[in-house]
């Protein structure tokens, strides 16, 4: 029997995030032409307290280009974590 699907994502909202979001970008790869990039999201107060789904949503749309052309191929290496612990 097949597993039922997972529930549908959101549809995105256009909020005010109501915290800070930092991002470091190391781009001494040249050679290869790698970026690496940390970047820490706060929760929000009401995920932090009591729980949830948190979604991040990857953009189609990029600054600057003409159709939706933003590819996620070239992403690697992404890990999630929670007061320092990986989430799988």
Do not use: C
Not at 5 to 30: M, N, R, Y
Not at 66 to 72: A, F, K, L, N, Q
């Amino acid at each position: 029997m097949p597993l039922p699907l997972p529930p549908a994502v959101p549809a995105p909202q256009d909020v005010p995030f109501g915290s800070t979001i930092a991002l470091s970008v190391d781009g001494t790869d040249l050679a290869r032409h790698i970026l690496s990039m940390k970047e820490t999201i706060p929760l929000p107060t009401r995920i932090a307290q009591k729980g949830g789904d948190f979604v991040l949503l990857y953009p189609m749309w990029l600054p600057g280009n003409h159709s939706p052309s933003g590819t996620i191929d070239q992403l690697g290496g992404l890990t999630v974590k929670a007061d320092g612990k990986i989430i799988p």
